[in-house]
């Protein structure tokens, strides 16, 4: 991948004020190349009807990539993952660690003709919980908050309004009257499934789904019972669980990944520590007079280093990190 060239063309691209996209090919895959970056700090922005990919060649990691919804209904998450791998090394480059997921996305479509539910019919550990209607008519039902979203929705009205994935109606076989039982899962609580990669969450996504269908939040028929949790199991549920069940496990409840929980933790120093690194970046600036110039972060953390180095004392360094690393092994993670 020639960085410089793909920065020249993004360039040309910037100054034009009609075309804002080009194609390009990059490897084993044609991609548009946009001319902007992404809010993710990431310079480049490549897409194509398989993949969203942000990267960078000094960002960590380098690449940020979504499977885009078509290509995961036609051809599956594994299939779209080696077709990553395959392109990645058309370009001459190599995993230099596993991929992290961020996010997954699960849904499952059903023919709803009438909706025999509302909002009270449904039992959920989420503490958020909304519906949308429009003209008098509920289209969206929605529970949780950013870990673990759920929702329930029409699917048929959402593509009208909105995505326009008018693909789907092939799909099915008929344009109207589909509802979307749709989870949305974000790292934390992946980590605590021991889903990390695209391998781990293929092996381990049924146990993932079955807390979320069977204790996250569960469609009921309501009945005169105070006791919400003895209420039916709604037919569509039921089928819900039918289909989880089928799902690929290994019967985990939870896990205790040591490993994640140390990277969390890792993760947080590092957004402490690069806020004092712009404060001490600021106080240079101010120390030197030089308000209005550009500061350089490797500047800041060598400053940073030097303050540090004048108070370090190699005799308790090493009592220091053993009693640390005593006060986590035997403390809360």
Do not use: C
Request: hydrophobic share 40%.
């Amino acid at each position: 991948m020639d960085f410089l060239d793909l920065a020249a063309q993004k360039e040309g691209l910037a100054r034009q004020t009609k075309a804002k996209q080009k194609a390009i090919q990059l490897g084993s895959e044609e991609f548009m190349l946009a001319s902007h970056g992404t809010g993710s700090g990431y310079p480049y922005l490549i897409e194509n009807e398989v993949f969203s990919i942000q990267f960078g060649e000094f960002n960590q990691p380098n690449f940020f990539v979504k499977f885009r919804s078509f290509a995961l209904w036609h051809y599956g998450a594994k299939a779209l993952h080696d077709r990553f791998m395959a392109w990645a090394e058309s370009i001459g480059m190599a995993p230099s660690q596993p991929e992290r997921l961020s996010r997954i996305d699960y849904a499952f479509d059903y023919y709803l003709p009438e909706i025999d539910f509302n909002a009270d019919s449904f039992i959920s550990t989420a503490e958020k919980d909304n519906q949308y209607r429009k003209n008098g008519k509920v289209q969206n039902f929605k529970f949780g908050t950013d870990d673990i979203g759920m929702r329930l929705y029409n699917k048929v009205d959402e593509i009208n309004e909105k995505s326009q994935k008018t693909w789907f109606f092939d799909l099915w076989g008929i344009d109207h009257d589909v509802w979307r039982a749709e989870f949305q899962v974000r790292k934390g609580i992946l980590r605590q499934f021991g889903i990390t990669s695209v391998g781990s969450l293929l092996e381990r996504q049924g146990d993932l789904m079955r807390f979320l269908v069977k204790e996250h939040t569960t469609l009921r028929i309501q009945s005169s019972d105070t006791n919400r949790s003895r209420w039916s199991m709604h037919p569509l549920w039921l089928d819900l669980i039918e289909r989880v069940n089928e799902m690929q496990g290994l019967g985990v409840a939870r896990e205790l990944n040591e490993l994640a929980l140390l990277e969390e933790r890792l993760t947080r120093i590092s957004i402490s520590v690069l806020g004092y690194v712009k404060r001490v970046a600021a106080i240079d600036a101010i120390y030197k007079g030089a308000e209005n110039e550009k500061s350089y972060i490797d500047e800041a953390f060598t400053n940073l280093q030097n303050r540090i180095m004048e108070i370090y004392d190699p005799l308790s360094w090493q009592m220091d990190v053993n009693k640390r690393i005593k006060e986590m092994k035997l403390g809360e993670w």
